[in-house]
C-alpha cells in the first residue's frame, strides 16, 4: 500500500540546535516533494519544493535533501528558533498527480 | 500574493442542523479547490476535489450526499455539511493552485472549526 510517514509525531529541541526531520513513503514515485508549515488552528504554509532530480533545496535557515532511491526526504532547520514550533508536514502528489497527500505529521517543539 | 479565504473559521451547530462553509480565492482564479478535513493530532486528508462548473470528485469514503460541494465561480466554492452528526466535528480546510505557483504550490484556508453538539 502507498503511505507517506514522519518520523515521529513530536521532537523536542533546544533553541539554537538543528531539527532534523524525516520524510519516508512507499510505493510512489515523485517528481517532486513539498514541506508545509502548520501551527494550531490554522491552515498549512508552504515552505519549500524540491524535484527529484534535486538533490538539495535551501531557504534561508530551511534545508530540504531528497533521496529518491531510499524513498526519503529530510528536512533541517538549523539555529532553531522558539518561533519554529510548529507540525512540519511533507506532501506528495498521488493519483496520477492531480491530488496533494500529507504525510503523518511532525511536531517540532523548540524550547529555550 | 494568493489567498485564500474560509468562512466561518469556526462553527457550532445542533445535531441534524447542516453547515455551508465557503472558500474563496481573494485574488485569483480557482478553476479546482480541495477540500481535506483534519482530526485533532491527525494529517490532512483529503476529502475531495472541487471542479468549476462540473460535480466534485469524493474520495474513496467520503459520501458525496452528506458533503455536498458546489462550486459555481471562479472564486468561490462551498462545502455544505448536511444532517451534521457528533461524528462530523472536525477541522475543515480549503486550498487552491494559483496559477503563478509554478510546480501545483498548494495555498490553504485557515480552516473552519466544525463542532456539532
Known amino acids: 500500500s502507498q503511505k507517506i510517514e514522519q518520523n515521529s509525531e513530536a521532537l523536542n529541541i533546544q533553541e539554537g540546535k538543528t531539527a532534523t526531520l524525516t520524510c519516508n513513503y512507499t510505493n510512489y514515485s515523485p517528481a517532486y516533494l513539498q514541506w508545509y508549515r502548520q501551527d494550531p488552528g490554522r491552515g498549512p504554509v508552504f515552505l519549500l519544493l524540491?524535484?527529484?532530480?534535486?538533490k538539495e533545496k535551501r531557504k534561508e535557515r530551511l534545508k530540504v535533501t531528497f533521496d529518491t532511491t531510499l524513498k526519503q526526504s529530510l528536512f533541517h532547520i538549523t539555529a532553531s528558533q522558539p518561533a519554529d514550533s510548529a507540525t512540519y508536514l511533507c506532501a506528495l502528489f498521488t493519483g496520477g498527480g492531480n491530488k496533494l497527500t500529507f504525510g503523518t505529521g511532525t511536531q517540532l517543539k523548540v524550547e529555550l | 500574493g494568493a489567498v485564500v479565504s474560509q468562512h466561518p473559521s469556526w462553527v457550532i451547530c445542533k445535531s441534524g442542523t447542516s453547515v455551508k462553509i465557503e472558500c474563496r480565492s481573494l485574488?485569483?482564479?480557482?478553476?479546482?479547490m480541495f477540500w481535506y478535513r483534519q482530526f485533532p493530532k491527525q494529517s490532512l486528508m483529503l476529502m475531495a476535489t472541487s471542479n468549476e462548473g462540473s460535480k466534485a470528485t469524493y474520495e474513496q469514503g467520503v459520501e458525496k450526499d452528506k458533503f455536498l460541494i458546489n462550486h459555481a465561480s471562479l472564486t468561490l466554492s462551498t462545502l455544505t455539511v448536511t444532517s451534521a452528526h457528533p461524528e462530523d466535528s472536525s477541522f475543515y480546510i480549503c486550498?487552491?493552485?494559483?496559477?503563478?505557483?509554478?510546480?501545483?504550490?498548494?495555498?490553504f484556508g485557515a480552516g473552519s472549526r466544525l463542532t456539532v453538539l
Open positions: 486550498s487552491a493552485i494559483p496559477a503563478t505557483s509554478g510546480a501545483n504550490v498548494l495555498t
Open positions: 524540491i524535484r527529484e532530480n534535486e
Open positions: 485574488d485569483f482564479q480557482a478553476t479546482t
